[in-house]
């Protein structure tokens, strides 16, 4: 850890999205002072791993953000809510992975590769997207732009771990039960996930679930285009990483796949894998791990104008969530040299 370099704090560092930023952290290399790892009480006593030394979980409070230049927040909206803000006051900079701030015009919502510049416009915290919405806008920004996105229409098929830790290891649990011929159980997610697909888990907003919400607006938002057609439907499947989403496009001008491929080639964080004929295009097993939005399937939509139809598959861990909040630290960071 050098001196020049930022003090650090992760809140929720032993979740699956937080457990994620340290692992992101060391990847990337992140200049640090010092880094603080903290949780809730339930984790006093307990450890986590980074760069090789066992860091000591201590529960977050106002004290233990005192004098921090960046924290990473991957504890959800009541601790976002209530701590952010003192790291605001503080002269720090909070980047959240909560839905708390998305939608508050006073917070920049970030995706790098889509948005980078708004980093600019904080004032002390920077809200990062849903882990859909990533993948979505980095894939469809220079689609836009190339073509004007008039609607867009969503499957997803979502893994366990964007639930968090509580769903994967449910998942396993009733893996091994499956196996061994016993009904599996659920506590935490309504239905049984192994073996199933199963169309909801998150809270409802009358008839849509409140990812579907939470997808529409922040995909709206990062583009630009608040008036955006966007039919989504969410859906939980019994994969551990890596979000997947089936994906329609209806453009303002017309766009052929190979030109649309040729654009989404070049485009930043895109890795494109497109020859189904031989079976090359993105799984969520193979894209685990991976910090790029991978994109294949491309091709016309026939049944509507200017339409396109793609498949795009990002680890909801990384991209979506840890790896999006460590590029936008890196932006902060720049900005203050
Ligand atoms: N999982 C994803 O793919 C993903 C993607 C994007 C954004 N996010 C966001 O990241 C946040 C965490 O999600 P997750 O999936 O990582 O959940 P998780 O696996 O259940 O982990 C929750 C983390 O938050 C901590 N925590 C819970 N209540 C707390 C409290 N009152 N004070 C301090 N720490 C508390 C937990 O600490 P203990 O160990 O002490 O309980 C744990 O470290 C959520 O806001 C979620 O929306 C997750």
């Known amino acids: 850890m050098t001196s020049s370099a930022p003090t650090v704090a992760l809140v929720g560092a032993t979740g699956a999205a937080g457990s994620t930023v340290l692992r992101v952290l060391e990847d990337r290399r992140f200049p640090l002072r010092e880094l603080r790892t903290l949780a809730s009480p339930r984790s006093v006593g307990s450890t986590v791993t980074f760069r090789g030394e066992e860091l000591p979980v201590a529960v977050v409070e ?132 192994h073996r199933n697909v199963i169309p909801g888990g998150w809270r409802m907003y009358g008839d849509d679930t409140e990812e579907e919400v939470k997808v529409t607006q922040e995909v709206r938002r990062l583009l630009e285009l608040p008036e955006l057609g966007v039919g989504i439907t969410t859906v939980r499947v019994p994969v551990a990483v890596a979000h997947a989403a089936a994906v329609w496009v209806e453009l303002e001008t017309d766009a052929d796949p190979a030109t649309a491929r040729r654009i989404l080639e070049s485009a930043p964080g895109v890795r494109v894998l497109d020859d189904p004929a031989t079976q090359a295009y993105p799984t969520p097993r193979e894209v685990a791990g991976s910090d790029e939005v991978h994109i294949g399937r491309i091709r016309r939509d026939p049944s509507r104008e200017h339409g396109l139809a793609l498949f795009v598959v990002a680890d909801n861990l990384r991209k979506g969530a840890a790896t999006n909040a460590v590029q936008v630290a890196e932006l902060v960071l720049e900005g203050r040299r």
């Open 62 to 193: 106002a004290s233990r953000l005192h004098g921090c230049d960046i924290v990473f927040f991957a504890a959800g909206s009541a601790t976002s809510k209530e701590y952010a803000p003192l790291v605001a006051a503080g002269g720090g900079v909070a980047v959240d992975k909560s839905s708390y701030f998305r939608m508050d015009p006073a917070v920049p919502l970030v995706v790098p590769e889509v948005n980078g510049e708004r980093v600019r416009e904080h004032r002390g915290i920077i809200a990062n997207p849903n882990c859909v919405a990533i993948p979505l806008a980095v894939a469809l920004a220079p689609l836009h732009r190339a073509f004007g996105l008039r609607h867009l229409t969503v499957a997803t098929y979502q893994a366990a771990s964007g639930a968090g830790r509580n769903l994967v290891a449910e998942l396993a649990v009733q893996e091994q039960d499956d196996a061994a011929g016993r009904v599996p159980s659920n506590d935490f997610y309504p239905h049984v996930l």
